[in-house]
């Protein structure tokens, strides 16, 4: 990976983390420290993720807060739109704001677990697109604004003609960016990527990176949102199931090989990585990369420009 790297340039391939709002206290201080680490191997930006229906809003705005402008991350704030007043997107939008933080990752949101068909509330809004809209009439060109991207389908509509289509729709609507769903299927990603280039979609394309922990969170996630896992993973990582360690080492490697062809594809510079509040899966993958600097200095003052933001 070193060698190819090299060969093809691809080392100023730039990463972000995201994180969720954890639901104790002691877990926001665990989630603090935890930032403060993964901080010190330069990432672009990191992001919070929103619950859905705006439980813990206080929680996920204060933590936007405080690591924009206590910890000094670049950051960006998940937004649904589901199942919320619109006071309660107001109020997210402006603390957000007030906090310097410059970048919204506007999403519709799921339906609550009680549900099992998802309804818009009323006068709320119905699709991503619809907030984006909303957020680029309130506050202009000051937030940049991402949108959520399925190179696998959505589990409300499989069709990628049709998705792609509504991607367009996001992006028109004012959308800077996309980050992707989770995938393991490279071959897949990187047509898709084809199909959101000749729809006329120019914003950078994020992949969303799920390093592997676990055999069974590696199944279960992969389950959950419904994505392909290619044989050679299943291949690779069957018989070594019972021992975490070695799970660890294999997935690590599987996911930098997937990383690196995504880089070499030439449609992607950036990679995002759910951390899902862990730091020693995604450290690994860029170790193995060869994306984490040696000189623990390098660029701490420099202003690195957001993948997507033209003005730097
Ligand atoms: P939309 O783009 O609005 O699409 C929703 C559905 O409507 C899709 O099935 C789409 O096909 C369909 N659709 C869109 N436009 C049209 C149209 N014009 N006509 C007909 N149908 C249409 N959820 C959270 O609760 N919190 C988070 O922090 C969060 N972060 C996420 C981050 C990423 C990177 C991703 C990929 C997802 C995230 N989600 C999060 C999950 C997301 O909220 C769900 O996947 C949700 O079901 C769809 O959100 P969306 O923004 O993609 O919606």
Known sequence: LQKNREANGTSKATFSFEFFVPKTSQGVQNLYDRMDR?????????????????????????????????????TCMHLTCTNMPRQLIDDALQKAYESGCQNILALRGDAPITSSEWKPCEGGFTYAKDLVRYIREKYGDHFDIGVA??????????????????????????????????FYDADNFIEWCRQVRAAGIEVPIIP??????????????????????????????????????????????????????????????HLHMYTMNLEKACIMVLDRLGLL????????????????????
């Open 208 to 269: 969303g990176i799920m390093p592997i922990t676990t055999y069974a969170a590696f199944l279960r996630r992969s389950s959950w949102c419904q994505i392909n896992v290619p044989e050679a993973f299943m291949a690779k990582l069957d018989p070594v199931k019972d021992d975490d360690q070695a799970v660890r080492e294999v997935g690590t490697e599987l996911v930098a090989q997937m990383c690196q062809k995504l880089l070499d594809s030439g449609y992607v510079t």
């Open 38 to 74: 993964m901080y010190q191997t330069h990432p672009q930006f990191i992001d919070i993720t929103w619950n859905a229906g705006g439980r813990l809003s206080q929680l996920s705005t204060e933590l936007v807060s405080t690591s924009q402008s206590v910890l000094g991350l670049e």
């Open 149 to 182: 991207g399925y190179p696998e389908g959505h589990p409300e509509e499989e069709a990628s003609p049709k998705l792609v289509q509504y991607l367009k729709e996001k992006v028109d609507a004012g959308a800077d960016f996309i980050i992707t769903q989770m």
């Open 293 to 312: 600097s040696e000189d623990e200095d390098i660029f701490r003052d420099e202003v690195v420009p957001m993948p997507w933001r033209k003005s730097l």
